[in-house]
């Protein structure tokens, strides 16, 4: 199965609007000629910008997060409505630090994954295991779960647009990455579930994004993994200098 290779920035909390368009820019210009499919999810306050500077590019926009509701009294929440008027084509939901700091549950990153596939956008959902967890010996367990309570209620018409990002916890932003071995078992396992859900040709279809310290020089590796089908790059997303070579990885 050819499935294509996509290599997604997640900018977190980082970068004024200015910083976010200046990298945007260099983006733009070095992945022109780039092969796979792209995706940068700068912070809401810069989506606007760097909007602009994408917009018929071969980089995609996306968000962080966004409400579960469509709108109303959500002090402090962002609505697809209004992802979707800046241009967003994306969204990334249920990551990990939106689980584990802002103790987002299955049933709060499902309702926000139905909402936005309803509007139209495509969606990255993020499972992955703690380290107590795959110690425990329970990371296919709560991948599995995450996936299953991630997707209830989405049809398979709908499937086609959802991403599914590996990222085990303990690998974010800590320097140690899943081996390629470790991480393509998981993504497997999650490849597996999805066939239990919506049959095995949609599940050799769907790409699964390994996230968690991947550098320019592990992306090779791990990329050539059958089941890994691209990456979710944090740390290493924010510079050209380090995003380039990633997403140029052949
Ligand atoms: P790092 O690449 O900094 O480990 O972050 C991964 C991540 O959380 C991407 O969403």
């Not at 959902?125 to 380290?131: F, K, P, Q």
């Not at 018409?157 to 081996?179: F, H, S």
């Not at 944090?234 to 510079?239: N, S, T």
Request: a neutral charge.
């Amino acid at each position: 199965m050819n499935r294509t290779y996509y290599i997604a920035g997640n900018w977190k909390m980082h970068k004024t609007r200015s910083e976010a368009a200046e990298l945007a820019k260099a983006l733009v210009a070095q992945l022109k000629d780039g092969k796979h499919k792209y995706l940068v999810a700068p912070t809401f306050t810069s989506l606007e910008t760097v909007a602009a500077i994408v917009k018929g590019t071969n980089i995609r926009l996306g968000a962080q997060n966004m409400a579960a509701e469509e709108q109303g009294a959500h002090t402090g929440e962002v609505s697809v409505l209004q992802l979707k008027d800046l241009g967003v084509q994306t969204v990334i939901l249920g990551h990990s630090e939106r689980r584990h700091v802002y103790k987002e549950d299955d049933a709060l990153v499902n309702k926000k994954v139905k909402l936005a596939l309803q509007h139209g956008l495509e969606v990255i959902l993020c499972v992955g295991e703690t380290l107590e967890e795959r110690e425990a010996g329970k990371a296919e367990a709560v991948c599995e779960t995450q996936t299953v309570k991630g997707l209830l209620g989405v049809a398979a018409g709908d499937l086609e647009r959802v991403v599914i990002a590996y990222e085990p916890v303990w690998a974010i932003g800590t320097g140690k990455t899943a081996t390629p071995e470790d991480a393509d078992a998981i993504h497997a396992y999650i490849r597996k579930v999805a066939g239990k859900l919506y049959g095995e040709d949609a599940a050799q279809r769907i790409i699964i994004q390994y996230g968690g310290s991947v550098k320019a020089d592990n992306a090779v590796q791990l990329m050539a993994k059958d089941n890994i089908d691209g990456a979710l790059v944090g740390g290493a997303a924010l510079k050209a200098d380090s995003f380039v070579p990633i997403a140029k990885f052949s």
